[in-house]
C-alpha cells in the first residue's frame, strides 16, 4: 500500500528500483509468516512447559517476536504507526524477564 505521495515517484521507477522494491516486499512477506509461525510455536510452548523455564524463555520469545512482527508490518504497511507498538512491546518484554528471572531467582533460593 503506496501513500499519494509516493504513487507519483512510482511512476517513474526505473526497472531496477522496481526490482528491489518487488524483492523488498517479497522478503518482507516471507519475514511475517516466518514471525507468525515462531510466535504460534512459541504459544504452545508457553502453554505446554514442561517447566517454568521452559515457559519465561518461550513468553521471552514471543515478546521479540511480537516486536519483530510489528516493524516487518511496519514496513509492509508503509506508515509509523505500528512503530509505537514495537518501543511498548520491547520495554515490556524486558521488564517481564528481569521480574521472571528475580522470581525464578528467589524461587531457586527458597528450596
Same mark, same amino acid.
Not at 508490518?73 to 518501543?87: G, P, S
Given at each position: 500500500?503506496?501513500?499519494?505521495?509516493?504513487?507519483?515517484?512510482?511512476?517513474?521507477?526505473?526497472?531496477?528500483?522496481?526490482?528491489?522494491?518487488?524483492?523488498?516486499?517479497?522478503?518482507?512477506?516471507?519475514? &511475517?509468516?516466518? %514471525?507468525?509461525? *515462531? #510466535?504460534?510455536?512459541? +504459544?504452545?510452548?508457553? /502453554?505446554?512447559?514442561?517447566?517454568?523455564? @521452559?515457559?519465561?524463555?518461550?513468553?521471552?520469545? &514471543?515478546?521479540? %517476536?511480537?516486536? *519483530? #512482527?510489528?516493524?516487518? +508490518?511496519?514496513?509492509? /504497511?508503509?506508515?509509523?504507526?505500528?512503530? @509505537?507498538?514495537?518501543?511498548?512491546?520491547?520495554?515490556?518484554?524486558?521488564?517481564?524477564?528481569?521480574?521472571?528471572?528475580?522470581?525464578?531467582?528467589?524461587?531457586?533460593?527458597?528450596?
Amino acid at each position: 500500500m503506496m501513500l499519494a505521495a509516493d504513487m507519483s515517484s512510482a511512476s517513474t521507477m526505473n526497472a531496477f528500483e522496481a526490482f528491489t522494491h518487488g524483492l523488498l516486499l517479497l522478503s518482507v512477506d516471507i519475514g &511475517i509468516v516466518a %514471525l507468525f509461525l *515462531g #510466535l504460534l510455536l512459541a +504459544l504452545v510452548r508457553a /502453554l505446554r512447559g514442561p517447566q517454568l523455564v @521452559d515457559r519465561g524463555v518461550a513468553t521471552d520469545l &514471543i515478546s521479540f %517476536l511480537s516486536a *519483530g #512482527l510489528a516493524i516487518l +508490518l511496519t514496513i509492509r /504497511l508503509d506508515t509509523l504507526l505500528m512503530f @509505537d507498538a514495537v518501543l511498548i512491546v520491547s520495554i515490556l518484554g524486558f521488564v517481564s524477564t528481569i521480574a521472571f528471572a528475580q522470581y525464578i531467582g528467589r524461587r531457586g533460593s527458597a528450596q
